[in-house]
């Protein structure tokens, strides 16, 4: 699986991005994605993950109520939108992809992007 994400950028604070990831390499509608982020020095963690019909996503906590996750499986593509953004989201985010479903317990996926570069200014 192939993963190409972009719409990073620089952004002031409560500004807003949306963030897309076009996957290829698989049947699209058999794979959760998801986001993950990664913040300077610290360890990747878990942003949001759309279900394989997009009908339902999680969150973390962080996040929830300004990011929406969303996929369009007749594109093969899956969008973070990221609204009233705040200087502590500054991170890489990565789209990831994942077959077993066990992202959403907290595992690791199985595939990633190559990371796209969010700084939010204060």
């Known amino acids: 699986v192939q993963l190409q994400a972009s719409g990073g950028g620089l952004v002031q604070a409560g500004g807003y991005l949306r963030l897309s990831c076009a996957a290829s390499g698989d049947t699209f509608t058999s794979l959760l994605m998801g986001w993950f982020r990664q913040h300077p020095g610290k360890e990747r963690e878990r942003v949001a993950v759309?279900?394989?019909?997009?009908?339902?996503?999680y969150y973390s906590d962080s996040v929830e109520g300004r990011f929406t996750a969303s996929r369009d499986n007749a594109r093969n593509t899956i969008y973070l939108q990221m609204n009233n953004l705040k200087p502590e989201d500054t991170a890489v985010y990565y789209c990831v992809a994942d077959r077993s479903g066990r992202v959403l317990l907290g595992g690791q996926p199985d595939y990633w992007g190559q990371g796209t570069l969010v700084t939010v200014s204060s």
């Open positions: 759309v279900s394989w019909s997009g009908s339902d996503s």
